[in-house]
């Protein structure tokens, strides 16, 4: 046998992408449910909602209509208007539905374009983490080096504006910003976006903001898009999308806006990648954005009502440690090393209590091994009778 022969090889840039390690724990869950035994489910980051009817009935029309053919690469005008009027509805934004907006197969895609359009070998993606584990995946697969930085704790899981002046160099391309944030819930508010302005201010560093939580904010919170302060508009390059507030997850929806000098490369990519959304579920996306606004409403109080319940559970331990979120729709717990690691507690937790919960380690490899991301996407009689249980099973080992 000829020892060079390795068909299977992957290419290098895939080596460091590591597997989602929220998958793993889904699958176990799975497998354990296909044993007979029922499984709460706070692993899973989407809501637990059916798409509202006015978005399905809209959507089925425009198939039955006949909208089954490409459309353009940027997508369909009328939802770039419907997202270009949301945004300036939503932030007071301006963006030209001709060219500064592109529709996007969810956000997931816009990441990855992004990150493709402007980063290569040698370049710097800052990533604060923990964080979504697709804007690393996304870095390493365009060749670039994810810097990451750590959010504690003691900020609130917010930025540090001194670790972020720290970790930027000549070579930062990019510094990805997601409020409000996945998996802590943190919210960046406009005293901190205009000290991340000042920090950028004068670098090559574009910030991509992802924005998909936007709508899901509690306790009268605000979201503020960072495009939206001091100079960052010709910087920044939004990320959004309908999966999270919406309950449109499995539609493969998002958008992807800015400057069109930052918009234009992107693109550029999509042409050759994707070339254009699916077009009927963009007539879905119009729909959500200007007549559904009741339904998101509801959904996003029925989050507020569970992360109220969640809070006044987690009050009564001591065992975990986390900052009340004020958006997105997860916990994230700290706890003591004497627990053992992330992966071994979230096994333990599945294996003897049934409830599924993500290792911290899935968003932040290093800073993770002692946090677990609790997602209050599901009915919160599961939610409150989940969180007895993952208590149980810590005070248990304690
Ligand atoms: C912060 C963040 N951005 C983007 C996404 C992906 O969104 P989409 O399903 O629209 O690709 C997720 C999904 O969990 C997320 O948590």
């Known amino acids: 046998m000829n020892a060079t022969i390795d068909i299977a090889r992957p290419a290098d840039r895939l080596s460091d992408v590591r597997p989602s390690a929220i998958r793993a724990i889904f699958d176990r869950a799975v497998q354990i449910e296909k044993a007979g035994h029922a499984v709460i489910h706070f692993e899973i980051g989407r809501p637990d909602f059916d798409t509202p009817e006015v978005i399905k009935d809209a959507t089925a029309k425009a198939l039955a209509d006949g909208l089954v053919h490409y459309g353009p690469n940027a997508g369909l005008p009328v939802l770039r208007a419907a997202i270009s009027e949301y945004l300036q509805r939503s932030q007071g934004l301006e963006y030209s539905a001709e060219d500064e907006v592109l529709v996007t197969i969810g956000a997931n895609e816009a990441v990855l374009l992004s990150i493709l359009a402007f980063c290569g070998p040698g370049d710097e993606v800052v990533i604060p983490v923990p964080a979504w584990p697709a804007y690393e995946a996304c870095a390493r697969l365009a060749g670039a ?11 609130e899981y917010k930025v540090d504006p001194a670790a972020l002046r720290g970790a930027i160099t000549e070579k930062t391309r990019m510094v990805v910003l997601c409020t409000p944030h996945n998996p802590t819930g ?23 903001s992802d924005e998909i939580y936007g709508e899901l904010v509690y306790g009268g919170t605000r979201h503020l898009s960072p495009a939206a302060v001091a100079d960052l508009k010709e910087r920044t390059l939004i990320v959004g999308g309908f999966a999270k507030s919406w309950a449109m997850d499995g539609w493969r929806l998002g958008w992807l806006a800015g400057p069109r000098d930052l918009v234009r490369p992107a693109l550029r990519v999509r042409q050759f990648t994707t070339t254009c959304p699916p077009t009927f579920p963009q007539i879905g996306g119009v729909a959500a954005l200007n007549s559904a606004d009741s339904e998101r409403e509801e959904m996003r109080q029925e989050f507020e009502s569970r992360r109220s319940a969640a809070l006044e559970i987690l009050a009564q331990q001591d065992i975990f440690s986390y900052a009340a979120p004020d958006g997105a729709f997860y916990l994230y717990l700290s706890f003591p090393e004497t627990l053992g690691t992330a992966h071994e507690l979230a096994l333990k937790i599945l294996e003897e209590q049934h409830v599924a919960v993500v290792p911290g380690t899935a968003f932040d490899i290093d800073g993770g091994s002692h946090s677990l991301r609790v997602s209050y996407a599901c009915g919160i009689d599961d939610l409150k009778e989940g969180l007895r249980r993952i208590i149980t099973a810590v005070s248990s080992q304690e």
């Not at 919210?187 to 901190?192: E, H, I, R, S």
């Open 145 to 155: 080096t994810p810097v990451l930085l750590p959010l504690t704790l003691d900020t």
């Open 186 to 208: 943190a919210v960046l508010d406009q005293a901190l976006l205009e000290e991340i302005a000042e920090i950028v201010r004068g670098t090559n560093a574009i910030i991509l």
